[in-house]
């Protein structure tokens, strides 16, 4: 079984920065790609950011997050700077599955960190 514990959530200013990390333990075959996924309220989970053979950002965040990989630790990080309001959701690490790639709702999911963003 795979496990994905986030961290790093919180509260921040508009225009600041938070670095959201995930440890991965589980199947080796789920780690060939990482990425990170936020539901905000009364809205569908999207994917915003994948590391796999290259890194893809959805339009929403690109140029303002950065993810990266230490693949010795099976850990992927998430760093989000120029933080707007619309950036508050509850935020998912994620791998691929035997039935599910990376993004899709039989993928693996870990339970989530709330990032919310106000003044």
């Known amino acids: 079984q795979v496990q994905l514990v986030e961290s790093g959530g919180g509260l921040v200013q508009p225009g600041g920065s938070l670095r959201l990390s995930c440890a991965a333990s589980g199947s080796i075959f789920s780690f060939s790609a990482m990425g990170w996924g936020r539901q905000a309220p009364g809205k569908q989970r999207e994917l915003v950011a994948a590391?796999?053979?290259?890194?893809n950002y959805a339009d929403s965040v690109k140029g303002r997050f950065t993810i990266s990989r230490d693949n010795a630790k099976n850990t992927v990080y998430l760093q989000m700077n120029n933080l707007k309001p619309e950036d508050t959701a509850v935020y998912y690490c994620?791998?691929?599955?035997?039935?599910?790639?990376?993004?899709?709702?039989?993928?693996?999911w870990g339970r989530g960190t709330q990032v919310t963003v106000s003044s």
């Open positions: 590391s796999g053979g290259s890194t």
């Open positions: 994620n791998v691929p599955s035997p039935t599910g790639s990376l993004g899709k709702p039989n993928s693996y």
